[in-house]
Nanobody, 114 residues
């Protein structure tokens, strides 16, 4: 019943910023955690960030200090603010939510290139 709709990806130049959104839709939900993974071509899937229902945040070392995750409980939406983007950030970003089990967004392409 619950689905994650992910948006906000696109093409940006190095040093630029993007904000990803991950909206959970459904009649009623109780989310224990949300976050993002990413996968670049030829690379393994990489965990990026998680935010718990307590609003405790954790980040991969590769993005810490540049990315910020937040949640809007009223909208059942998580946001990933990405700043100082680098070409190595280029990947498909997949958001997730832990409800009864882990569910995933459809992915959104982030390309950092000049």
């Amino acid at each position: 019943q619950v689905q994650l709709v992910e948006s906000g990806g696109g093409l940006v130049q190095p040093g630029g910023s993007l904000r990803l959104s991950c909206a959970a839709s459904g009649t009623s939900i109780s989310i224990s955690a949300m976050g993002w993974y990413r996968q670049a071509p030829g690379k393994q899937r990489e965990w990026v960030t998680t935010i718990l229902s307590t609003r405790r945040e954790t980040y991969a070392g590769s993005v810490k200090g540049r990315f910020t995750i937040s949640i809007d409980n009223a909208k059942n939406t998580a946001y990933l603010q990405m700043s100082s983007l680098k070409p190595d950030d280029t990947a498909v970003y997949y958001c997730f939510a832990d409800i009864r089990s882990r569910i995933w967004g459809q992915g959104t392409q982030v390309t950092v290139s000049s």
